[in-house]
């Protein structure tokens, strides 16, 4: 059995105090980038409707609930700010890659299986290739375990 001065003064069986400096230095700044650069996609598109229904409407096509597009577009927000307090903290989690990438994919089935039958504008295939981007930077760019 090992004791708190073989563990680095910690309690033996506690997470290393290094584990979260180790994850911010191997996440580096694509990483960082990646989760700027998709928070900042997710805010605007996702805050758009919010302040302006009316262009919002303009380039993506008549609505008849906006109550639906406000609550999408605050749960778009919310994933946005999510993966953007990630990079900002360093948080290489599987957690932030599940949520980032099954946001992603969620938004670009969507768009293409109701732009394919015409129940949405075929705008919105722009935003499942956008989308589509962001998975592939995803599964690049993530940190894994062993990995470093």
Known sequence: MRTPAQS???????????????????????????CYGHAAYYLVTGLWPL???????AVTGPKNDTWLVNTAGLLISAIGTTVGLAGR????????ATVAIGGAASLAAIDVVYASRRRISPIYLVDAAAEAGLIGLWLLLRPRAGRR
């Open 8 to 34: 680095g003064g910690r309690p033996v069986g506690s997470p290393s105090t290094t584990t979260a400096a180790t994850d911010v230095a191997a996440a580096g700044a694509p990483y960082r980038y990646l």
């Open 51 to 57: 302040v302006s229904m009316r262009t919002f409407m």
């Open 89 to 96: 903290r360093g948080d290489t989690s599987p957690a932030v």
